[in-house]
């Protein structure tokens, strides 16, 4: 089975935490399980129709509970990581709830000035006031600060979005993940909480898709904003 593409978007009993999890990652359906003594997980769609090239490969229970262990160790102290990184910043530079809105509202301000006055140029142009090239210079100045003020917004929104009444950081994928940094086995209770489903293509390519995505992208942008 080759490495697995992480993606940060029900299982029947505790010895068994990938049931109903493993999905064909072409035709999209549930994977069957077969083998009681070795388990594995095969796509039956060929059986039925050779309109998907699904996998025939089968893909051994045991090799992917142990390349969904491996991946939630990783996220698991990636959560750890990026908590301790927005702790540290916030120690250091606390900022308060109205502060940021009082921030975030003038940014978004400034956002609708460029965006008028990005508008002005074409009739100044139309008009006659400016060349064509000033108007192209104009606009692409204009679009470039348009981007800047953009990203800003954005970093705090992260902010906002990220932080509780109390000023703590609010984060399913940290509250969700970091609980497992040091898990020995997978388990039931964990597959359910986090993992979305595990993909299998052909030639055992194999694709581990997490829940809480969002709040991963929420929190790494507001870290990358500062």
């Known amino acids: 089975i080759h490495p ?84 540290s910043r916030h120690e250091t530079k606390r900022k308060d709830a109205a502060e940021t809105l009082r921030a975030l509202s003038a940014l978004k301000e400034t956002y609708v000035k460029l965006e008028g006055n990005a508008d002005r140029l074409y009739e100044s142009l139309i008009e006659g006031e400016i060349t064509k090239a000033e108007y192209a210079a104009a606009k692409a100045a204009a679009a470039k600060d348009m981007e800047r003020v953009s990203s800003e917004i954005a970093a705090l929104q992260a902010e906002l979005d990220n932080a509780g009444q109390d000023g703590a950081l609010r984060n399913r994928f940290v509250d969700g993940f970091k609980k ?34 969002d709040d991963y992208e929420r929190l790494a942008l507001s870290l990358t904003g500062g």
């Open 4 to 87: 697995p593409v992480i993606q940060r978007g029900s299982v029947q009993s505790g010895d068994r935490p990938l049931a109903g999890k493993v999905f064909c990652g072409v035709c999209g359906r549930a994977m069957r399980r077969g083998n009681v003594s070795k388990p594995y997980y095969c796509c039956e769609t060929r059986r039925i129709t050779d309109a998907y090239d699904c996998p025939t490969e089968k893909a051994r229970e045991s090799d992917l509970t142990a390349l969904v262990h491996q991946a939630l160790l990783t996220e698991a102290r990636t959560a750890v990581d990026m908590e301790r990184l927005w702790i």
């Open 180 to 213: 497992y940094a040091n898990i020995e086995e997978i388990t039931r209770e964990a597959m359910t909480e986090l993992l979305d489903r595990i993909k299998i293509y052909p030639d055992k390519r194999v694709e581990i898709v997490w829940k809480f995505a």
